[in-house]
């Protein structure tokens, strides 16, 4: 293991048990984090960035197996670790935030308990301390009246307070790494604003590591240090955001920033208000993406992405090897 990284994935593959054999979802996955970093993983949906993360964590239930590879932590590798051994690092060490708090959180439960739990198993608190320190703790991810909502059910909270909720539980007893799973799906534009900037704010102020899975590249151009782009299994393209974003070496990325709305695009000017700017339309015409992410059998030989791809050539169905641009890196013969 780099003696930089907090976490590093080496040659991870993974998948699911069918009645028509094993299917492979994510194929040689590598992945380093230094303390403190920001990685996003982007993809589309079925990409394998959620599996990548639950992985870490050993939280794959049948018919879903790890068959290779190893996750460093600590000096160890959490996939030689036995439950017992996992229990102690999952929301004390690595902590996870789920896509859907609703789902996630008790809905038997106030949220109180439910931070007071993790207090007390991974910290030793006593009852009266995991109070205190739980309303603390949804004081500082921005919870009004704490006092109050300690003693709330999930169901009434809104979607943004159950995300701060969940948050507050991730990061009871100050993890070196959390894990945020789409943390802003649901949620209206503002709120998710605010929890981006307080994830942002709370990696800043405790060194903590974030791993980032999300499918929008204009959440990772405010939030990350580093992008993983992610298709169909594979690391596809892997660098500093800067420089992937604004030298995209793999036309799956390429593709992804294409079809991003560009707001400066939509500023022209009404004739009717003297010739001032206004916003009425675009002058940029998106491009998306034809077809989907291939099915796990179905994924081609070669680039996964040639039979999107608008520069498909007869080399794209040979294996593909990693190039490199000095920490840049790219899964593309082209």
Known sequence: MSSTAVLEIENLHAGFHTDNGDLFALRGVNLSMKKGEILAVVGESGSGKTLTALSILKLLDPPAFISNGKILFAGKDLLEQDEDQLNQIRGASISMIFQEPMTALNPVLTVGYQIQEVLKTHAGYAQSEAKKRSIDLLNDVGIQNPEMRVNSYPYELSGGMRQ??????????????????????????????????????????????????????????????????????????????????????????QGLLNSIPDVNSMMVKNPEKDGKKSVLLTKKKLKPIRGQVPSLNEIPSGCAFRNRCDYEKKICSDPITIKKSGKHTYRCIL
């Open 164 to 253: 701060r909720a969940m948050i507050a539980m991730a990061l009871a007893v100050s993890p070196s790494i959390l894990i945020a799973d789409e943390p802003t799906t649901a949620l209206d534009v503002t709120i998710q604003a605010q929890i981006l900037l307080l994830l942002k704010n709370l990696s800043k102020n405790k060194n903590m590591s974030i791993l980032l899975i999300t499918h929008d590249l204009g959440i990772v151009s405010q939030m990350a240090d580093n992008v993983a782009i992610m298709y169909a299994g594979q690391i596809v393209e892997y660098g500093s955001v800067n420089h992937v974003i604004h030298n995209s070496r793999h036309p799956y990325t």
